[in-house]
């Protein structure tokens, strides 16, 4: 999210952590340390992705870290919503790009590999994306295999669901009308879930806003106004 903090750094301050623990207890144990050592909590904490999910169990677990919870294109909360999500990628992708992924797939344990996968299901989350610029970041396949397997098996189970129903700060979700990882997903459960919560549907965007031509400036718009 390095492009995202540099947009907001002009006028507040920002901390963009790096998880590099390989459980889901360890990122979040990594998280905490982060906001308690560098920053001045209760903060409000933004999470893009599996770091929605991340922000959700810091925040259940630590309330008193965070003053409000930001997910942006986080991924669906419930099993049932999950299935479809490979599904609408595979489906915007060609006959080819198709087979290259699920031969890439079968290579998780390869970093070339993984982040060749990650470049074609990326075609397949955006609308109409801005040029792609090199993260300089390294890829470490095995710590996502890891943590995935974990989060994967925390929705499956519903103890997802149960962190997010004890959170007690307000909580906003941003969402992509085109991001392939459904809206009803996030919005339904923690409708039902949360007393404070508000869901923000961007038109014309996929699974990265502040990456999207026609979303960008909607993005940080409703992102500031959430952040206040």
């Known amino acids: ?10 006028g507040r301050g920002i901390l963009e ?9 360890g990122q979040v144990e990594e998280l905490k340390l982060a906001l308690e050592e560098m920053a001045a909590p209760p903060v409000v904490l933004a999470g893009y992705s599996w770091g929605a999910w991340l922000g959700l169990l810091l925040a259940a677990r630590h309330p008193s870290l965070v003053r409000k919870l930001i997910l942006i294109s986080s991924g669906p909360l419930e099993e049932k919503y999950a299935a479809q999500i490979m599904q609408t990628r595979l489906h915007r992708l060609s006959k080819k790009e198709r087979d290259d ?10 970093p070339l590999a993984f982040g060749l996968m990650g470049e074609l299901l990326a075609k397949a989350d955006f609308y109409d994306p801005l040029p792609m ?34 959170i007690q700060c307000p909580v906003a979700a ?26 923000i549907l961007l038109e014309k965007c996929g699974h990265t806003p ?10 940080f718009r409703v992102l500031a106004g959430e952040l206040g």
């Open 17 to 25: 952590p790096l998880q590099t623990r390989d459980s889901v207890e």
């Open 1 to 10: 999210m390095a492009p995202v903090a540099q947009e907001l750094s002009g």
């Open 133 to 166: 610029r090199p993260e300089g970041l390294e890829l470490h396949p095995e710590i996502y295999k890891s943590v995935w397997k974990e989060a994967a098996e925390m929705r499956k189970s519903g103890k997802l669901m149960e962190a997010a129903k004890t």
């Open 174 to 199: 941003i969402h992509g009308d085109h991001d392939p990882h459904p809206a009803e997903g996030v919005q339904k459960p923690l409708a039902g879930a949360l007393k404070n919560f508000r869901f």
């Open 101 to 110: 992924v699920q031969f890439l797939m079968s290579r998780p344990e390869d």
């Open 210 to 219: 502040w990456m999207e031509k026609q979303a960008r400036e909607d993005f």
